[in-house]
T-cell receptor
Framework: GENVEQHPSTLSVQEGDSAVIKCTYS??????FPWYKQELGKGPQLIID?????GEKKDQRIAVTLNKTAKHFSLHITETQPEDSAVYFC?????????????FGTGTRLTIIP | GAVVSQHPSWVICKSGTSVKIECRSL??????MFWYRQFPKQSLMLMAT?????????EQGVEKDKFLINHASLTLSTLTVTSAHPEDSSFYIC????????????FGPGTRLTVT
């Protein structure tokens, strides 16, 4: 099955700086890579996703890159703000109907220092 | 759009009793719903996948007789923890996948179960 590794496990950055979280996956059949933000005591919130037919996707301060050859994908947050502090999870899966299981990384606790 | 609700948000029950958790997709029809379990400061562990009108598919190591899943409609799935024990205390989260070819998975707010 799929195995997703995520680094770093904790990350502290100064407000206004950029944060980068990296994930690797093992199953070449995976073609869908979402990122979730989870605040304390809440369910994960989908913040951005990318599919294997594109290499990069951007939404305001958030961007995701995908290198299918190396089986790497990364989350980039620019101009970080205190409200970006949360746990971030990457995931990998397929978008094939009937087999939409996601495998999650172990999470990154991001702290923005004011 | 793509809102998923869970009820209750938290529940305390006595050991040996059963607890039902509801998961609803409020503004879309869900092809598939998923149930996860999350321990403090850990990642999400998939327990089972359920499709409307069919039996749930459980992950290895998850007791299907203990965690009963019913997916009665395209907008409702329930998880019943039967004969709960303190080790079942956890954060249970459901998610629902959009019924399109694009497929995104949206999560509910979670249910904190404490078994005393």
């Amino acid at each position: 099955g799929e195995n997703v590794e995520q680094h770093p496990s904790t990350l502290s950055v100064q407000e206004g700086d950029s944060a980068v979280i990296k994930c690797t996956y093992s199953d070449s059949a995976s073609n869908y890579f979402p990122w979730y933000k989870q605040e304390l005591g809440k369910g994960p919130q989908l913040i951005i996703d990318i599919r294997s037919n594109v290499g990069e996707k951007k939404d305001q301060r958030i961007a995701v890159t995908l290198n299918k050859t190396a089986k790497h994908f990364s989350l980039h947050i620019t101009e970080t703000q205190p409200e970006d502090s949360a746990v971030y999870f990457c995931a990998a899966g397929t978008s094939n109907f009937g087999n939409e299981k996601l495998t999650f990384g172990t999470g990154t606790r991001l702290t923005i220092i004011p | 759009g793509a809102v998923v609700s869970q009820h209750p948000s938290w529940v305390i029950c006595k050991s040996g009793t059963s607890v039902k958790i509801e998961c609803r997709s409020l503004d879309f029809q869900a092809t598939t719903m998923f149930w996860y379990r999350q321990f403090p400061k850990q990642s999400l562990m998939l327990m089972a996948t359920s499709n409307e009108g069919s039996k749930a598919t459980y992950e290895q190591g998850v007791e299907k007789d203990k965690f009963l899943i019913n997916h009665a409609s395209l907008t409702l799935s329930t998880l019943t923890v039967t004969s709960a024990h303190p080790e079942d205390s956890s954060f249970y989260i459901c998610s629902a996948a959009l019924r399109t070819g694009l497929y995104e998975q949206y999560f509910g707010p979670g249910t904190r179960l404490t078994v005393t």
